[in-house]
């Protein structure tokens, strides 16, 4: 056995009961032992995951939103410019025509408005719209999170995986006489492991997605877009305003520690509730600032557009020691000889505080009743015109027991500064989203047909008609 030639480079551990000879050469370092294996791409297994797939680039050429709200009607026209940020080209606003409560009243007062707004946009900026980006506000939308599971067998998550989840979520969210708007995924989870924000590439038995579905009344949303149409325009998607709002007048904190933000319209107040960068819960209470002008209009036997000039000049949300002695002088409606009342601030602001009150009180029980304390966080956003009254941001601080801010949509280029306030919140945040900002899975088509295959039909009903 010692005449057996021993290799230079084997080196074998010795075994109980055998003698090792001291003439066996010494062990290597470690450096030199690992400098030994042979590291080629042979020895290594072939990669598991496929690349990731290119994302969709943000949209360059010119794009429109359409903002019709219950008092006003604005457009925008936006494109991308090569540094990556938003320009806004051409702005349009009208006064709202045959709107109520977000919902189309007047055909014919509604394609007005709408024509008179994007035609203004469209003069500004030289260019044609053929579809735009419309809010959501019509139809009564209401907001439910639904669990989704879909076997995937061993194999990698590809896209059609992640549509036909999506596609499973707004099966099950059908309502009769309702059509879903966004079915938005929060988070996915690779067999039980949850925190996966894409899921593409990887290996699970079974795909569990966490949906959020926005749903509106069907002919709500036919009405609109049959007014959209009316106006030689298609509505290429409908976004929930307070989701719109958020994305212009949130910052990034914000929407990923828990705020609440209130949207204050004319005709509705939206809700939305953001946590970890996405929309939980979305609702909408049927009164909005123009409530508050008509409570004026009644109490003070003044005209409507007198009670808007004073709510907006005088009108406050909270009272103070030096009401009772300010007078103010209201023209009384119908008086031939244009009479002229007094009547202190105080009348003024009793007047207003009851609707504001009751506004707050409705978004707490909202709030309560979704169960999202916890993802609500501490602090509420408010955005609209009917957030800029004196003294709501104070009432709303009191009432919901939050820190409270005036939210105003973070700055555009080319966007009007008489135009940017809390107001524009929502036709800002639509050319966010319009221009791919804000999406979950951006590169992958998860809208639903339904608004394409309506219009086809609608098109064809009038061509055959002319």
């Keep these: 056995m010692n005449d057996m030639p021993r290799s230079p480079t084997l080196y074998a551990p010795a075994r109980p009961g055998k003698h090792v000879e001291s003439t066996v050469a010494p062990q290597p370092s470690e450096a030199k032992r690992f400098a030994r294996l042979d590291l080629t791409s042979a020895h290594l297994p072939p990669p598991m995951l496929p690349d990731p797939p290119p994302r969709r680039p943000l949209r360059t050429a010119p794009f429109g939103v359409l903002d019709v709200g219950s008092t006003k009607v604005t457009c925008l026209i936006g494109r991308m410019d090569q540094d990556g940020q938003l320009r806004v080209l051409g702005f349009g606003m009208r006064?709202?025509?045959?709107?109520r409560a977000g919902g189309i009243t007047d055909l014919d007062a509604a394609e007005h408005a709408v024509r008179g707004a994007v035609g203004a946009a469209e003069t500004m900026a030289d260019?044609?719209?053929?579809?735009?980006?419309?809010?959501?506000t019509c139809g009564k939308p209401?907001?439910?999170?639904?669990?989704?599971k879909w076997p995937v067998g061993g194999r990698a998550v590809t896209e059609a995986d992640v549509r036909r989840v999506v596609q499973e979520g707004r099966s099950r969210a059908a309502v009769d006489g309702r059509e879903s708007v966004h079915t938005l995924p929060l988070g996915f989870a690779v067999d039980g492991t949850p925190g996966v924000g894409d899921?593409?590439?990887l290996h699970c038995?079974?795909?569990?997605?966490?949906?959020?579905?926005?749903d509106a009344a069907s002919t709500a949303?036919?009405?609109l877009e049959t007014a959209v149409l009316r106006c030689e325009l298609y509505i290429s998607e409908l976004v929930s305003a307070p989701m719109a709002a958020g994305l212009s007048a949130l910052v990034e904190d914000e929407?990923?520690?828990?705020?609440?933000?209130?949207?204050?319209?004319g005709g509705t107040t939206g809700i939305a509730v953001f946590s970890e960068g996405n929309m939980l819960h979305t609702a909408q209470l049927p009164v909005g600032g123009s409530h508050v002008t008509n409570d004026l209009a009644r109490l003070l036997s003044i005209s409507v557009a007198d009670a808007e000039r004073l709510k907006t000049v005088y009108g406050n949300a909270e009272s103070s020691p030096d009401d009772e002695r300010e007078i103010l002088s209201v023209p009384l409606v119908g008086e031939e000889d244009q009479d002229y009342a007094k009547i202190p601030r105080s009348q003024l602001v009793n007047a207003i505080r009851p609707r504001l009150e009751e506004t707050f009180e409705l978004v707490r029980a909202q709030l309560d009743g979704a169960g999202l304390a916890r993802e609500a966080g501490t602090r509420v956003v408010l955005t609209g015109g009917a957030s800029q009254l004196v003294g709501v941001r104070e009432m709303a601080?009191?009432?919901l027991d939050r820190q409270v801010r005036l939210g105003r949509p973070l700055p555009l280029r080319g966007l009007p500064d008489d135009v940017a306030g809390p107001g524009a919140a929502t036709a800002a945040g639509l050319l966010n989203w319009a221009s791919g900002v804000g999406r979950t899975l951006a590169d992958v088509d998860l809208s639903n047909d339904r608004p394409a295959r309506f219009l086809s039909r609608v098109v064809n009903f009038v061509r055959n008609r002319l």
């Design 221 to 223: 949303l036919r009405n």
């Design 205 to 214: 038995d079974t795909l569990s997605a966490r949906l959020h579905v926005v």
């Design 397 to 399: 601080g009191r009432i």
């Design 95 to 99: 006064q709202a025509r045959g709107v």
């Design 142 to 148: 209401e907001s439910r999170l639904f669990s989704v």
């Design 127 to 136: 260019h044609r719209l053929r579809s735009v980006t419309v809010n959501l």
């Design 199 to 201: 899921p593409r590439g």
């Design 255 to 265: 929407r990923q520690l828990g705020v609440t933000l209130i949207d204050m319209g």
